[in-house]
């Protein structure tokens, strides 16, 4: 979503997706046998950014859905809950930095470090507290001047791309991602084309501060959130 739907901002809060995106998004919804959001954010918090009820939305990198108001967590995740809050906790009290933020996430947390006043070191800083205070018993998952801390359950927006293409029978699926996250989910497609199971088209949106891997080994590239809102009416035109 970020990156992709909606432009990237100082303060998570404040994102949104314009209706150059929204639009095209809910023709596709009509059109096409299944439209997801997946993403890094929790799945409600998604949910409210985007504003659309018709889409699937996979939140926290694969650990949660929120599909037609249900929201359900695999079984798995609930017993490292508390130490991850507990690590929360700690981490919140011993990194008392400028700039640096924290975005709970429900079943993860994220440590920002954008708006520090030097986010290189601030992040160095981070990534030392969370190894210092056991954060290697997580999973941890880097962004773009984020960390992301998850419970120990391999989930990730590519075993979300595998099952839902598997659980939906689907004959083609094509993925648009922007982060070092999205990889995950640009080698699932991979593999379902590769089984025979699926075509597949990944397609990276290639910003300043993407990551060089996202157009290494994308299918084809877009140069902006305001290209991917471009794309989206062209495929709701000649969708369906």
Known sequence: MDGTLSELVSNPEDSEVSPHIRDPLQELCGKLHLVAVITGRSALQARRIVAIDDLLYVGNHGLEQLRNGELSVPVGVQPHLQPLNDLKLVLQSELAIPGVSFEDKGVSFAIHYRNAPDPEAAGLQVQEAIDREGGGAFRLVPGKMVINILPPVHLTKGTAVHDLAEGHGLEAAMYIGDDLTDLDAFRAVDDLVNDGRCEGLKIGVVGADAPREIADEADY?????????????WLSANAG
């Open 221 to 233: 590239t877009l140069g902006s959130v305001g290209e991917v809102g471009w794309f989206l009416d």
